[in-house]
């Protein structure tokens, strides 16, 4: 048993040490970061998802829940999932989260219009390869020009591609 936790830890220790050290958002307040989220562009080595949303749920211990949805064109629905998101250090108060092997950092936030998250970790269709992502979520399918504009100067530089959130219908959460 005490074999097996330490070939975890050093997995996990080495997907980690692959990523580059970020500057998460200081004095996040979980509890502001609750609700719908639409994922509005993410850099462009992820792929633009169809009407891509999250809900966040804050817990008592300041993990954030998440359920996410995409819409899939081909069978007219969505598809779910969801995980939960651990704080890195439980005393801090950087945005800095991890899900298993994974990093989820909030970038910036005004709590209100936008939020800046970044993933790093094993990528989904290759766990021996590493991927960073970058995306920018808006309380609302779309942004006003001044809140992308606000936005924008939280987002790393890089090239981003729109998410489609045309056309989406309702969902139940």
């Not at 307040?29 to 850099?43: I, L, Q």
């Amino acid at each position: 048993m005490a074999l097996l936790l330490l070939g975890v830890l050093l997995i996990t220790s080495q997907v980690f040490a692959t990523c580059p050290e970020k500057v998460a958002k200081s004095n996040i307040d979980s509890t502001r970061m609750a609700g719908v989220w639409h994922n509005y562009k993410v850099s462009s080595n992820a792929p633009p998802l169809k009407c891509f949303h999250v809900v966040v749920t804050p817990g008592e211990d300041g993990s954030l829940g998440l359920s996410q949805a995409i819409y899939n064109t081909t069978s007219n629905s969505y598809i779910q999932w969801s995980n939960t998101l651990t704080k890195e250090s439980p005393t801090s108060s950087d945005a800095k989260y991890a899900d298993g092997s994974r990093n989820f950092y909030i970038l910036d936030t005004d709590y209100s219009n936008f939020a800046v998250w970044w993933y790093c970790g094993p990528k989904y269709s290759n766990k021996d390869e590493t991927t960073e992502v970058t995306w920018l979520a808006s309380r609302t399918k779309s942004l006003s020009s001044s809140v992308e504009v606000e936005a924008n100067k939280a987002l790393p530089s890089g090239e981003y591609v729109l998410y489609d959130q045309s056309g989406c219908p309702e969902h139940d959460h």
